[in-house]
């Protein structure tokens, strides 16, 4: 039943789009506390990577239906339409950097939820996501005890996690998430010229923010 909380805990967190611990640290914590054979292991990772893709996957479908559908003003619309455009043209590339992205210890939310924004498909980032998250997961659970020692995953009572350092990063990211909306991506592909797009978001009545 624990494990079965915590799967569901993964699954909220990566709904969240900052602000939330990274998924491997629980991972961590599962590696460190359960004492499970390899083979058990392994198959919670895979789950773990399971319910943390569900989560993104809602992060981005939410960001395409509350920020794309109700907040963005056409012309924004249009803007990111045009780097949907050149993202479909590079599918590999995309799905290839996702997979790269995924293999790392980085927090993926504001990724997602740029992605979200360009109404792709979901399996171009979700597949190569979640074959990067089941393998790194796994590499986190099994270096639960180095991992505890050497970062202090388990003092989480300390608030050393919630330091400057890192609501700094946080913020940084959520800046790229709007540079990625106010950037002239069309100017970029086509003239090579940097240029941001002057307004961006709509006037919204509450009954089109109901609907």
């Not at 919630?162 to 913020?171: E, G, K, N, V």
């Amino acid at each position: 039943m624990a494990l079965i909380a915590i799967l569901i805990v993964i699954l909220v967190m990566n709904v969240v789009p900052a602000f939330m611990p990274p998924t491997w640290m629980l991972l961590s914590l599962v590696g460190y506390y359960f004492h499970i054979s390899d083979i058990s292991l392994v198959i919670f990772s895979i789950m773990a990577a399971i319910a943390a893709t569900a989560g993104r996957s809602i992060l981005a479908l939410l960001s395409k239906k509350i920020i794309r559908n109700k907040l963005l003003n056409e012309t924004a619309i249009q803007n990111i339409d045009a780097l949907k455009d050149g993202i479909e043209k590079r599918k590999v590339f995309t799905a290839g950097f996702f997979l790269l992205f995924a293999f790392s210890p980085f927090p993926s939310g504001q990724l997602f939820l740029a992605y979200g924004l360009t109404s792709l498909k979901l399996w171009i980032a979700t597949v190569p996501f979640f074959i990067g998250r089941a393998v790194s997961y796994t590499f986190w659970a099994y270096s639960a005890s180095e991992v505890s020692e050497r970062l202090d995953v388990l003092n989480l009572q300390s608030g050393s996690y919630f330091s400057t350092y890192f609501i700094l990063a946080q913020i940084v990211a959520f800046m790229m998430v709007y540079l990625f909306i106010k950037l002239d991506w069309q100017a970029l592909f086509v003239e090579h010229k940097i240029r941001f797009v002057k307004k961006i978001i709509k006037k919204i009545d509450k009954e089109t923010f109901i609907k």
